[in-house]
């Protein structure tokens, strides 16, 4: 999940995770998690309401950071 580029999203558009939590219809906690990079791997679903909010395509949001592609998986 590419969690730089929704936390750009964010930080540009000044919205609150509350407001995410709200017109989204999910959990605060579910939407910081994913937000700030916590959350690996979110529920299509959620990424899909998240998506759909910021009027970003989904695929933007599922495909790896550069920081993923580059860190050496165990």
Do not use: Q
């Not at 540009?12 to 989204?24: F, V, Y």
């Not at 910081?32 to 690996?40: A, P, Y």
């Not at 791997?41 to 495909?63: F, G, H, Q, R, W």
């Amino acid at each position: 999940m590419n969690n730089k580029l929704l936390y750009e999203e964010f930080k540009k558009r000044n919205i609150p995770i509350t407001k995410l939590a709200d017109e989204c219809r999910l959990g605060y906690a579910t939407c910081h998690d994913i937000v700030s990079g916590k959350k690996k791997n979110p529920s299509i679903t959620s990424v899909y309401k998240i998506a759909s909010y910021l009027d970003i395509k989904i695929e933007n949001l599922m495909e790896e950071s550069s920081d993923e592609k580059n860190s050496v998986k165990d």
